[in-house]
């Protein structure tokens, strides 16, 4: 059964187009994928982004846990802050990609909606029963305001105490009457916010960033142009470009893989790969031809040559104006500049290795 977020309404309200994604309906656009994304480089954006997963570690020996899941240093985080991390296996694949976030002594993690089920039973089964894990997912609400205008409409809704919290950085606020939980984080390489609060009266939030933006040019984003502005920015999207077959030094997540850190699940795997070469890599790659790349697409070194790899995420950039595409190659065809083909559609067009992001412009600081 398809679930439902708790702002459906609004959103059809709105005129969205709503579609299934990851079991939930979800609004993939309003006003057309192009002017959304536009709207978040050039203004602000609201998305509403509820069926992400949220789970807890609660009390004191939440921190040690959470860090022998994944690979990044979560015994270095203070409270209020956060960090990007996968969680792997022990063969070193991602089982997921999530946010990490020290709440005073617990630690929160955001998974994938499509994960969350999977995560839980993951981080159960990975921790002493001592450590309580919640998983409040059906219960939380997650906007993310994203742009550079961002600051400009919380100052407008009474909330611009918020820019002095810093990147990567969360706290406190009562809004609207609920208390919420802020972090200075997105998914799009704008400045931005994402908020977490009970589901109970999600409408409020909404309708007052809404109501305090709309006048400075901001809409309502789907998740189709969600898609666009992450895949300008080369952020990995989990089921496309990573999964638990694909490793995080393979993905170019290697800054995230604290090696000298004390165990964690998948560390062993991830030294002897490291030691004895990667036997592939994700790469950026930008259309030479005018073409628009998809999930799967083969990639070639030449015009019928041998398939060496395969395309992972694909779109037209509607920043940049080209097609652009992630995909796993050998190392040896990685280098930035190397010319190779990518079959779209029956017809093999040629691209080029581009070092990520795509997109340079970004307002976050």
């Known amino acids: 059964m398809v679930k439902e977020i708790p702002l459906v309404q609004t959103h059809r309200e709105l ?65 209020g802050a956060s960090l990007y991390s996968p969680m792997c296996n022990e063969r070193g694949g991602i089982v997921d990609d999530v946010l990490v976030y020290r709440v005073g002594e617990d630690v929160l993690f955001v998974v994938n909606a499509s994960n ?135 993905a170019g997540l290697g800054w995230t893989v604290k090696l000298g850190k004390a165990g964690f699940i998948g560390k062993e795997a991830l030294v002897g790969e490291k030691a004895s070469g990667l036997k592939r890599k994700l790469v950026g790659m930008e259309m030479l031809e005018n073409a628009i790349p998809r999930k799967g697409c083969p990639v070639a070194t030449d015009p019928g040559a041998r398939e060496i790899g395969v395309v992972t995420s694909g779109t037209f950039s509607p920043s940049l104006h080209k097609g652009l595409a992630m995909g796993y190659v050998p190392p040896e065809k990685s280098i930035v500049g190397t010319e190779l083909s990518i079959l779209v559609r029956g017809k093999e067009c040629k691209a080029r290795v581009t070092k990520l992001p795509f997109y340079k412009c970004g307002s976050r600081k």
Not at 63 to 68: Q, T, Y
Not at 176 to 186: E, F, M
Not at 212 to 229: F, N, Y
């Open 15 to 79: 005129g969205a187009r709503l579609v299934e994604f990851a079991g939930w309906l979800m609004p993939i656009q309003y006003a057309g994928l192009v002017e959304e994304h536009k709207a978040v480089r050039e203004a602000v954006g609201l998305f509403d982004v509820s069926l992400m997963g949220e789970i807890w570690f609660r009390g004191p020996s939440g921190v040690e846990a959470a860090d022998r899941l994944v690979t990044n240093d979560v015994s270095s985080l203070e409270p």
């Open 116 to 250: 969350t089920d999977k995560d839980f039973e993951w981080i159960r089964s990975h921790c002493d029963k001592a450590v309580r894990i919640e998983n409040l997912s059906a219960e939380t609400v997650q906007l993310a305001l994203q742009g550079p205008k961002t600051e400009e409409v919380l100052a407008t809704v009474g909330l611009g105490g918020l820019a002095s919290v810093g990147h990567n950085r969360l706290t406190n606020v009562n809004f609207q009457g609920k208390d919420v939980l802020v972090a200075r984080t997105g998914y799009t390489g704008e400045d931005g916010f994402e908020f977490y609060y009970k589901r109970n009266g999600a409408d409020r939030i909404w309708k007052a960033l809404f109501d305090a933006g709309s006048p400075l040019g901001l809409k309502p984003i789907g998740l189709g142009a969600r898609d666009t502005l992450r895949l300008e920015m080369g952020y990995c999207l989990y089921g496309n470009d990573i999964d638990d077959a694909t490793t995080p030094l393979e």
